[in-house]
């Protein structure tokens, strides 16, 4: 029986469950509500979860031990001659069996006891029914992978048996509960929460991932190059993963990489950071309702926008407009129409970067403005300051904490942008200050290495986890350091 | 201004006053200075926003515009199945020689002198190569079409779709682009005849993914998309209420609650590209699930998203007021039931705004994709969320990187489609929230 029909069966126990549990409860309750602890509901919820829960619980714990069981299994009935020369080569011989055992099933019986006196071609047999082979196959695999269906077949009974035989016995001792001074409210609550625990450590375990992910792959990255050859190198060179080079033979130099993701995210600041601030003052200071209503929702309308929908803006507007308008320049100065702004390069990234980080920081920092006591500002505008004098003198000094941490939160996202860098910014990883030559960054070279035909034991596919946990670290840093201001500010005025 | 400037003029005028001048002349030009900054700022952003959207529609429009030409076509047998064996062996039909039909329709409808070869090669230039598989499953879904002549509409090949719709600067020097002056000739000759004309193009929508501009479409990435956002929606929606749930109504204030607090709301500020690494490491290469499937990207989306719909949730939770709460208490309601029945309904409207927008944006992420491998060349409808597939703006990104002038029109139509499909979901968000929001 496979493990969708399986599952569909427990949930359809359950549903009986449900209603036995309930007219039971209200066969007891002798037609008066009121005589029951719990409402009849909760009776037959409870049953359905004794039914159901434990069920799906044994389901589950099979579906992971079994495999692995039937593996081993088949790796002992291996002979001796493959077992002897070592993991690799048990590992191929399974992978083979496996295949083997699959292409059996189609076969008819005389072609299998053809196969089993070895009269018959393995191969060649299972080419004709659309299974291919690795390699040629061995006599001992037909016997190794009889041995493997008959593993696989009976499991899948054992399997069945259990799980039904678990959600009825389940199902018979909640039945057997059900009274009318049972608490089945107590008891369905108490699975509720379990279950929003559950839920809510979601929200743990994508941090434990994300760092044990990341931590295993570039630890295995670490064991080919040397961490300090990778953060201190200056050299990106990462090479091809030639078949038969073994180890590292590229450079894993992170500076140019980090220079180029500092330099872009700088650019980019530089750009949002102005023209942001002023339109918050602006719209938290001087706006009346209506400008404020519809200027606010249209410039956070850029923050909607996907990004790869501004990488294309780069890639096809301001890219070749700054080339074309550095090439006019240069003309007119000099005489000589050469652009001095490559299409991709640091400029185009940063400028278009700046234009979706604008939003981000408006909107924090109208935020943190708008949440400046009335009582600074009427203050200052009573001793006769202009309301520009009001914000530069006190608003702009008491949000200034918490607007450092809206700009903190705000590069940290110019840091770990990926799809503008990727189309504007260029592949050259070179350690250079000129703003109007490409550089690259640590999101670009992510995934770079990681697109294509992958092999996980080479440094050139490991370097992307080991970049990919520099990057986590900057982020996290500068979130939980503005994530802190903005806090401990919030708090000030509240 | 004026109400500006007034004073100044009135303070100037007496003599008296500027013996103590508090430079309010100054004062006032600062204060004009600060506020033109202030309106600069909001209408550069502004106009960069018009910028964008201008270059994207200026771009894209044309897109769901397709040049056709309709040709009667002869489906001659000597030439589709010349030694009559169709019925015995079914490759004859998908292998036989169809673009050997629509160049003898081509050349019988120009009126080109079948022996000369370049001419005749130019002219079947014009019509996409897609005709092939258009032919053949014509053929194959009714073999009795053979030894008919049927007008059958084709795509124009792309440079000559670019060129009919005026993209093409045909005052350039022949030899550098694309389209001949022979070609151009035949296409306004074609026009006249009404063979060739524009038409609402369909195939953008349904589509997969070609190296022909002219064949290739977003309806494979969509479906793919739309398979991520269902799992997105049904994981991330129930993990993320319970999880607010949790922490807002029964979490205990504590060291345990208060990490995972932070942890939340470091999660959101995550660079999205890290969940794609995640989702490299643990359900491709830990899990053994399949590379470029829906069902990976729908799980790291859904990770992604969650740390949105739980903050989202929680704000939605903590708006509705306590007094609901100690009524339904009061009346002998236990918490859970108090939770469920009372405050989770009110505060559904928040919850389910804070969702879609949760959505939207992943609908619109890109590179964690990448990562998990779904910058795949797929050309047929994934079946299953567990079979290959490439999502709406990984297939933009393909199309970017190509160079021919006809895919940056094809990509900029493709995000036209993105960003519909993203305004719709915000408007839907926005009415949600006019229509069931509630001042407490």
């Given at each position: 029986m496979s493990t969708s029909l399986l599952l569909l069966l427990i949930v359809v126990i359950g549903f009986i469950a449900y209603f036995a549990g309930r007219a039971r409860s209200l066969a007891q309750s002798g037609g008066k509500?009121?005589?029951?602890?719990?409402l009849p509901g909760y009776h037959g919820s409870y049953v359905a979860i004794w039914a159901m829960l434990p069920a799906a619980l044994v389901l589950g714990t099979w579906l992971i031990a079994a495999p692995i069981y039937i593996d081993g299994s088949t790796r002992a009935a291996l002979p001796d001659t493959v077992q002897s020369q070592g993991g690799a080569a048990v590992q191929l011989a399974l992978g083979q069996v496996k295949s083997v055992a699959g292409g059996l099933l189609r076969l008819s019986g005389e072609e299998l006891s053809a196969l089993e006196n070895g009269s018959a071609n393995l191969r060649s047999t299972l080419a004709s029914k659309g299974v291919a082979l690795a390699?040629?196959?061995?006599?001992?695999m037909v016997t190794v992978a009889q041995h493997f269906n008959a593993m696989t077949v009976a499991n899948r009974w054992l399997m069945t048996a259990a799980v039904l035989l678990v959600a009825i016995a389940g199902g018979i001792y909640a039945i057997r509960n059900v009274?009318?001074?049972?608490r089945a409210r107590n008891q369905v609550e108490r699975v509720i929460l379990g279950s929003l625990i559950v839920a809510s450590s979601i929200a743990i375990l994508t941090t434990v991932g994300i760092v044990a992910s990341m931590l295993s792959e570039a630890g295995r990255f670490f064991t080919m190059v040397s961490p300090f050859e990778f953060f201190f190198g200056t050299v990106w060179d990462p090479r091809f993963a030639a078949a038969?080079?073994?180890?590292?033979?590229?450079q894993f130099g992170l500076l140019p990489l980090l220079a180029g993701t500092l330099y872009i995210a700088f650019v980019a600041m530089l750009f949002a950071v102005p023209i942001g601030l002023f339109a918050a003052i602006y719209m938290a200071e001087y706006a009346n309702p209506r400008l404020r209503s519809t200027a606010k929702p249209l410039l956070e309308v850029l923050a909607g926008i996907p990004t790869i929908v501004y990488g294309f803006f780069a890639l096809v507007t301001v890219g070749p407009f700054l080339r074309d308008i550095s090439a006019q320049l240069n003309g007119l100065a000099?005489?000589?129409?050469?652009?001095?702004?490559?299409?991709?390069s640091v400029v185009t990234a940063g400028i278009v970067m700046g234009i979706m980080l604008i939003p981000f920081v408006s909107s924090l920092s109208d935020d943190i403005i708008t949440q400046v006591p009335r009582a600074l500002r009427d203050g200052s505008l009573g001793l006769g300051a202009t309301r520009s004098e009001t914000v530069k003198k006190v608003i702009l000094p008491a949000a200034l904490p918490g607007i450092v941490g809206a700009l903190l939160l705000t590069a940290s996202r110019a840091v770990g942008e990926t799809m503008i860098v990727v189309l504007a910014a260029g592949v050259a990883a070179r350690m250079q200050i000129n703003p109007f030559e490409p550089m690259t960054t640590v999101t670009v070279k992510i995934v770079n290495q990681l697109t294509g035909d992958l092999e996980f034991t080479s440094p050139q596919t490991l370097v992307a986890f080991a970049l990919g946990i520099t990057l986590f670290v900057i982020t996290l840093g500068l979130n939980i350091y503005a994530l802190y201001i903005v806090r401990k500010y919030r708090e000030q005025y509240e | 201004m004026t109400d500006i400037a007034s004073p100044t003029v009135r303070i100037s005028a007496r003599p008296a006053s500027a013996k103590r001048d508090i430079g309010i002349k100054r004062r006032y030009a600062a204060e004009r200075r600060f506020r033109a900054y202030g309106i600069a700022a909001i209408s550069i952003g502004l106009f960069f926003l018009a910028l964008l959207l201008w270059t994207v529609i200026s771009n894209g429009y044309t897109a769901f515009q397709q040049t056709t030409i309709t040709l009667p076509i002869e489906f001659t047998e000597k030439v589709i199945d010349p030694k009559g064996e169709r019925t015995t062996d079914g490759k004859v039909l998908m292998t036989a020689n169809y673009p050997l039909l629509v160049r003898e329709a081509l050349v019988k409808q120009l009126g080109i002198?079948?022996?000369k070869r370049p001419l005749v090669k130019q002219a079947t230039d014009?019509?996409?190569?897609?005709s092939r598989t258009l032919l053949r499953d014509l053929v194959v879904a009714?073999?009795?079409?053979?030894?008919k002549t049927v007008p059958v509409t084709l795509l124009a090949e792309a440079n000559i779709d670019s060129a009919y719709k005026g993209q093409?600067?045909?005052?350039?020097e022949e030899s550098k682009r694309k389209v001949k002056d022979q070609q151009v000739t035949w296409m306004n000759q074609l026009a006249e005849a009404g063979v060739l004309k524009k038409s609402f193009n369909t195939g953008i929508f349904t589509f997969g993914a070609s190296s022909r501009p002219e064949a290739a479409g977003v309806g494979v990435a969509a479906l793919g998309s739309f398979y991520m956002m269902l799992i997105v929606l049904v994981l991330s929606l129930p993990i993320g209420v319970a999880a607010s749930i949790y922490l807002e109504e029964?979490?205990?204030?504590?060291r345990l609650t208060d990490l995972i607090e932070v942890n939340i709301n470091n999660l959101a500020a995550v660079p999205s590209i890290v969940y794609g690494l995640l989702g490299l490491a643990?359900?491709?290469?830990?899990?053994g699930m399949p590379r470029s499937a829906a069902v990976v990207g729908g799980f790291v989306l859904t990770l992604m998203t969650l740390p949105t719909i739980i903050i989202a949730t929680r704000a939605a939770l903590k708006a509705v007021p306590p007094s609901i709460r100690s009524a339904a208490l009061g009346l002998g309601a236990s918490k859970m039931q108090t939770i469920f029945h009372h405050v989770l309904p009110l505060a559904m409207p928040g919850i389910l705004t804070g969702t879609i927008i949760g959505l939207a944006h992943a609908l619109g992420e890109t590179a964690p994709l990448l990562l998990i491998g779904m910058v795949a060349f797929v050309v047929d409808y994934p079946?299953?969320?567990?079979?290959p597939s490439t999502a709406l703006p990984v297939q933009i990104y393909m199309w970017a990187n190509e160079a021919e002038r006809a895919f940056v029109e094809r990509t900029s139509g493709a995000i036209i489609i993105l960003l519909i499909f993203l305004v719709i979901m915000n408007l839907g968000a926005i009415l949600l929230r006019r229509r069931f929001e509630r001042r407490w």
């Amino acid at each position: 029986m496979s493990t969708s029909l399986l599952l569909l069966l427990i949930v359809v126990i359950g549903f009986i469950a449900y209603f036995a549990g309930r007219a039971r409860s209200l066969a007891q309750s002798g037609g008066k509500l009121s005589n029951l602890h719990s409402l009849p509901g909760y009776h037959g919820s409870y049953v359905a979860i004794w039914a159901m829960l434990p069920a799906a619980l044994v389901l589950g714990t099979w579906l992971i031990a079994a495999p692995i069981y039937i593996d081993g299994s088949t790796r002992a009935a291996l002979p001796d001659t493959v077992q002897s020369q070592g993991g690799a080569a048990v590992q191929l011989a399974l992978g083979q069996v496996k295949s083997v055992a699959g292409g059996l099933l189609r076969l008819s019986g005389e072609e299998l006891s053809a196969l089993e006196n070895g009269s018959a071609n393995l191969r060649s047999t299972l080419a004709s029914k659309g299974v291919a082979l690795a390699g040629e196959g061995e006599p001992y695999m037909v016997t190794v992978a009889q041995h493997f269906n008959a593993m696989t077949v009976a499991n899948r009974w054992l399997m069945t048996a259990a799980v039904l035989l678990v959600a009825i016995a389940g199902g018979i001792y909640a039945i057997r509960n059900v009274a009318t001074r049972f608490r089945a409210r107590n008891q369905v609550e108490r699975v509720i929460l379990g279950s929003l625990i559950v839920a809510s450590s979601i929200a743990i375990l994508t941090t434990v991932g994300i760092v044990a992910s990341m931590l295993s792959e570039a630890g295995r990255f670490f064991t080919m190059v040397s961490p300090f050859e990778f953060f201190f190198g200056t050299v990106w060179d990462p090479r091809f993963a030639a078949a038969g080079s073994g180890g590292a033979s590229g450079q894993f130099g992170l500076l140019p990489l980090l220079a180029g993701t500092l330099y872009i995210a700088f650019v980019a600041m530089l750009f949002a950071v102005p023209i942001g601030l002023f339109a918050a003052i602006y719209m938290a200071e001087y706006a009346n309702p209506r400008l404020r209503s519809t200027a606010k929702p249209l410039l956070e309308v850029l923050a909607g926008i996907p990004t790869i929908v501004y990488g294309f803006f780069a890639l096809v507007t301001v890219g070749p407009f700054l080339r074309d308008i550095s090439a006019q320049l240069n003309g007119l100065a000099t005489g000589n129409y050469q652009n001095f702004i490559q299409a991709q390069s640091v400029v185009t990234a940063g400028i278009v970067m700046g234009i979706m980080l604008i939003p981000f920081v408006s909107s924090l920092s109208d935020d943190i403005i708008t949440q400046v006591p009335r009582a600074l500002r009427d203050g200052s505008l009573g001793l006769g300051a202009t309301r520009s004098e009001t914000v530069k003198k006190v608003i702009l000094p008491a949000a200034l904490p918490g607007i450092v941490g809206a700009l903190l939160l705000t590069a940290s996202r110019a840091v770990g942008e990926t799809m503008i860098v990727v189309l504007a910014a260029g592949v050259a990883a070179r350690m250079q200050i000129n703003p109007f030559e490409p550089m690259t960054t640590v999101t670009v070279k992510i995934v770079n290495q990681l697109t294509g035909d992958l092999e996980f034991t080479s440094p050139q596919t490991l370097v992307a986890f080991a970049l990919g946990i520099t990057l986590f670290v900057i982020t996290l840093g500068l979130n939980i350091y503005a994530l802190y201001i903005v806090r401990k500010y919030r708090e000030q005025y509240e | 201004m004026t109400d500006i400037a007034s004073p100044t003029v009135r303070i100037s005028a007496r003599p008296a006053s500027a013996k103590r001048d508090i430079g309010i002349k100054r004062r006032y030009a600062a204060e004009r200075r600060f506020r033109a900054y202030g309106i600069a700022a909001i209408s550069i952003g502004l106009f960069f926003l018009a910028l964008l959207l201008w270059t994207v529609i200026s771009n894209g429009y044309t897109a769901f515009q397709q040049t056709t030409i309709t040709l009667p076509i002869e489906f001659t047998e000597k030439v589709i199945d010349p030694k009559g064996e169709r019925t015995t062996d079914g490759k004859v039909l998908m292998t036989a020689n169809y673009p050997l039909l629509v160049r003898e329709a081509l050349v019988k409808q120009l009126g080109i002198d079948a022996s000369k070869r370049p001419l005749v090669k130019q002219a079947t230039d014009m019509v996409s190569a897609s005709s092939r598989t258009l032919l053949r499953d014509l053929v194959v879904a009714d073999p009795s079409i053979i030894g008919k002549t049927v007008p059958v509409t084709l795509l124009a090949e792309a440079n000559i779709d670019s060129a009919y719709k005026g993209q093409i600067d045909l005052k350039v020097e022949e030899s550098k682009r694309k389209v001949k002056d022979q070609q151009v000739t035949w296409m306004n000759q074609l026009a006249e005849a009404g063979v060739l004309k524009k038409s609402f193009n369909t195939g953008i929508f349904t589509f997969g993914a070609s190296s022909r501009p002219e064949a290739a479409g977003v309806g494979v990435a969509a479906l793919g998309s739309f398979y991520m956002m269902l799992i997105v929606l049904v994981l991330s929606l129930p993990i993320g209420v319970a999880a607010s749930i949790y922490l807002e109504e029964f979490a205990p204030k504590n060291r345990l609650t208060d990490l995972i607090e932070v942890n939340i709301n470091n999660l959101a500020a995550v660079p999205s590209i890290v969940y794609g690494l995640l989702g490299l490491a643990v359900f491709i290469n830990f899990a053994g699930m399949p590379r470029s499937a829906a069902v990976v990207g729908g799980f790291v989306l859904t990770l992604m998203t969650l740390p949105t719909i739980i903050i989202a949730t929680r704000a939605a939770l903590k708006a509705v007021p306590p007094s609901i709460r100690s009524a339904a208490l009061g009346l002998g309601a236990s918490k859970m039931q108090t939770i469920f029945h009372h405050v989770l309904p009110l505060a559904m409207p928040g919850i389910l705004t804070g969702t879609i927008i949760g959505l939207a944006h992943a609908l619109g992420e890109t590179a964690p994709l990448l990562l998990i491998g779904m910058v795949a060349f797929v050309v047929d409808y994934p079946g299953s969320p567990m079979e290959p597939s490439t999502a709406l703006p990984v297939q933009i990104y393909m199309w970017a990187n190509e160079a021919e002038r006809a895919f940056v029109e094809r990509t900029s139509g493709a995000i036209i489609i993105l960003l519909i499909f993203l305004v719709i979901m915000n408007l839907g968000a926005i009415l949600l929230r006019r229509r069931f929001e509630r001042r407490w």
